[in-house]
């Protein structure tokens, strides 16, 4: 069981940040070239998208992070970068929790109005929660995956 906890908990946070850092470091900069109307419309989608499945991959990496901590790592007595893990990761959850219901509900909200202003004042909001998800999520899986070893 522990084999398994552990491949969902580093699957999970690999698809989860690896998405984030796919949407920050090659899509973002690649739709520049996109007028205003059709470039929130194409942000709203993919984040639509994109976070239903951060949705799933955060209750995986809960359950399994968890179930991990306890059953394998004597619970909150466990070596401190696993404290040091769970931080970060639960600074990543609060960063996503507020781009998921500020920023992003007003762009989506905007889009289905298309209030074309309104979406747009919404990306460089998302773009800065964005950027901060992405390193506090690269920190927990480099603490929660070199840790042991510092």
């Known amino acids: 069981m522990t084999g398994l906890l552990k491949v969902i908990h580093l699957l999970a946070a690999v ?8 949407a920050y470091v090659i899509l973002r900069p690649s739709v520049g070239f996109l007028s205003g109307p059709e470039r929130v419309s194409l942000w709203d989608r993919v984040f639509t ?10 209750a995986a ?6 179930g991990l901590l306890f059953s ?6 466990s070596p401190g970068y696993l ?3 769970q931080l970060f990761g639960w600074l990543t959850i609060i960063a ?28 460089p909001r998302i ?14 899986i480099a603490i929660g995956g070199g840790g042991a070893y510092l």
């Open 49 to 58: 998208r994109f976070f239903r499945w951060v949705w799933v991959l955060i």
């Open 72 to 77: 394998s790592f004597g619970g909150f007595a």
């Open 96 to 123: 996503f929790v507020v781009l998921a219901f500020g920023p992003y509900r007003q762009l989506h909200l905007a889009v289905a109005a298309e209030d074309w202003s309104r979406a747009g004042e919404m990306i």
């Open 61 to 66: 990496l809960l359950i399994s992070g968890y």
């Open 15 to 22: 698809l989860w940040i690896g998405g984030v850092f796919y």
């Open 127 to 140: 773009r800065r929660l964005v950027h901060i998800i992405m390193w506090l999520g690269l920190v927990s």
């Open 83 to 85: 404290h040091g893990m």
